[in-house]
């Protein structure tokens, strides 16, 4: 039977999943204020959010190489704090360059904190010999929630100053809470093949990456394009364009909360089977849908099936067979948070040229391609027992 620690541990790393999230849908009420605050284009606002991407893409297999070398917990403490701090440098940058450099930084630490929680949640199911990371997922869908939702109030009530003021505040609290309660590994584990220098050899771990980018596109498509799929295409107006994602992620977080549940009864790979094609049938559905009622229904039949999908691929990154779990996880989350990165412009580019239409239906053939190949997200169902530390 697990101990208290651990179950001390399973809440902790969900309130960093929390605070995670918190900040990230705290960013999404300050774009438009950082728009007129700087006039920017809507090339200039593009580019900065690149860069913002672009700081957390890098920041990923530098962190898994120190979680490597030091564990999750001490980097999860580390970039949680800096984490909950990188707002400050966005609302006091006083000229274009330096919100560049705040929004590499910014992105940097919910990076680095990403790849330290779900390492640490692995540890934690190691610990308590179940699941846990589809409702740590849900932890993180529901700081989303929260941050967007109370932040454009606060924004609009009291200024952006006030408003980052108090979203750090409120981050730091909990990370600070959380941090004595998180799970420590007994010794990070380091590769025998190789695996000093951060970069696993083994290929599997890497196709693992590409399941995860495969699963997290249909997401960023559906949170980037949804909407005007429907103003452009069926004629929706405003409000009913925004449906879409409302329903899909609203489903997406609930069905995380139930998903650990599903996953410790059916396996890993039967839950991965059936959520891939739950999803693939939804984005068929969006894809061929008449209208925006049916459009709507069909995003939200897939964020049924995306909601434990990435989950169940960063369980199994973490607990590849000859490698540590923060190496796995690394790669896992570089390759899929690319794909996050760069599939927006590339979906807009191809739309120009054929609408949204065949390309929600594209998303249907690569879901399918993920329930083909289900069968490699069988770690997940692997669960390697972590000793309790002695020390």
Do not use: K
Request: glycine share 12%.
């Amino acid at each position: 039977m697990p101990g208290n620690d651990a179950l001390y541990g399973r809440w902790a790393v969900a309130g960093l999943f929390f605070a995670n999230g918190f900040m990230t849908g705290s960013w999404a009420p300050e774009i438009p204020v950082l728009v007129a605050r700087f006039s920017l284009s809507e090339t200039a606002l593009g580019l900065l959010i690149v860069v913002f991407g672009v700081g957390a893409v890098l920041a990923m297999p530098v962190c898994g190489y120190l979680i490597g070398r030091f564990g999750s917990r001490a980097v999860a403490r580390v970039a949680g704090l800096l984490c909950c701090l990188s707002l400050i440098g966005i609302a006091a940058a006083p000229g274009i360059p330096s919100v560049a450099l705040a929004l590499v930084f910014f992105g940097a630490m919910l990076g680095g904190m990403d790849v330290a929680m779900n390492s640490n949640a692995v540890v934690v199911e190691r610990r308590l010999q179940r699941a846990i990371m589809s409702s740590s997922h849900g932890f993180w869908s529901l700081g989303g929630f929260a941050g967007a939702g109370l932040g454009g109030l606060m924004v609009e009530q009291w200024g952006y100053v006030a408003h980052i003021s108090m979203v750090t505040t409120f981050a730091l609290l909990l990370v600070i809470v959380a941090m004595p309660f998180l799970i420590v590994e007994n010794r990070p584990v380091v590769a025998a093949d190789g695996g000093r220098r951060g970069f696993p050899r083994g290929a599997l771990v890497y196709v693992t990456g590409v399941i995860a980018l495969f699963c997290m596109m249909p997401e960023g498509a559906v949170l980037d394009w949804a909407a005007l799929y429907l103003q452009q295409e069926m004629g929706a107006d405003y409000f009913t364009a925004s449906l879409p994602f409302t329903a899909f992620a609203g489903v997406m977080a609930v069905m995380r909360f139930l998903g650990d549940g599903v996953r410790n009864r059916l396996g890993a790979v039967n839950t991965m089977r059936a959520s891939a094609c739950v999803a693939a049938i939804g984005m068929l559905g969006a894809g061929i849908a008449p209208n925006p009622f049916f459009a709507t229904l069909a995003f939200a039949f897939a964020g049924l099936g995306v909601a434990n999908m990435v989950p169940i691929v960063f369980s199994a990154a973490g607990n590849q067979p000859g490698i540590s779990s923060a190496a796995g996880m690394s790669v896992a989350t570089t390759i899929g948070y690319s794909g996050i990165l760069f599939a927006p412009s590339l979906v807009g580019f191809i739309a120009e040229y054929t609408g949204f239409s065949p390309i929600f239906i594209g998303f249907a053939v690569l879901l399918a391609v993920v329930l083909l190949m289900a069968d490699l997200v069988r770690p997940a169902d692997e669960i390697a027992p972590q000793p309790t530390p002695s020390t």
